[in-house]
């Protein structure tokens, strides 16, 4: 990594695999977005660098890194080892910590944790160029991830069915409307949508407040 490098991610703007951070207030924070990244399809973070692109550079570069490894390694679970690089800008060292798609998701943070939505569930992800954190279902669709996952068992039943005929005439549903549309528990219907999208049948989506499931393609 180097001045070129680093300048084309800076061109390239904040987004789904990129995240610039002025400096590192602590490890706790910064944990997240590591975890967002390994949890979801890599990326780079560099410190040093404004929102707006500006480069201030990090004060020093010692403790930053050690901030960013005690990140990775005390509040990642499994722990994260960023690859870290250090690139001068004219007298301003930035740091580029760049985090690999993780092959063991998901990852769960060990820090003082926030709830949203009544939810707390200790595994973030990437939304657009945000570090959020991930719905149950988005959690037991990571687990599965995993290649020591227990291969899929899907039977497609009345219920699924019904989904079908409504997604094809209404697009999207949640879970809860899911639960209501068949009568069955809002656990059941997360249980069963998860394992269809597993099953590359339904596609979730999280890039808006409330999750929605759509149909990933025409089902007959």
Partial sequence: MNFHDVNLLIEEGEGFEIE?????????KIARTIISFANT??????????DNGSIVGVESEKSEIELIEIAGRDFCD??????????PFDGRDVIVCRIGESRTKPHYFLGEQE??????TRVYIRVNDNTMMASREVVKILQNENPDATPLKLSIGENEHRLFQYLEKNERITVR?????????DRRASRTL??????????????EKEEFFTLAYDVK
């Fill in 20 to 28: 610039f951070k002025r400096r590192i207030s602590s490890a706790e």
């Fill in 41 to 50: 399809k890599g990326g780079t973070i560099l410190f040093g660098v404004d």
């Fill in 78 to 87: 499994p722990l994260i080892s960023p690859t870290i690089d250090i690139v």
């Fill in 115 to 120: 709830r949203v939505n009544g939810e707390s």
């Fill in 177 to 185: 409307e899911f639960g209501r549309l068949v009568n069955i528990s």
């Fill in 194 to 207: 998860v394992q269809l999208v597993r099953a590359g049948v339904v596609r979730i989506h999280t890039h």
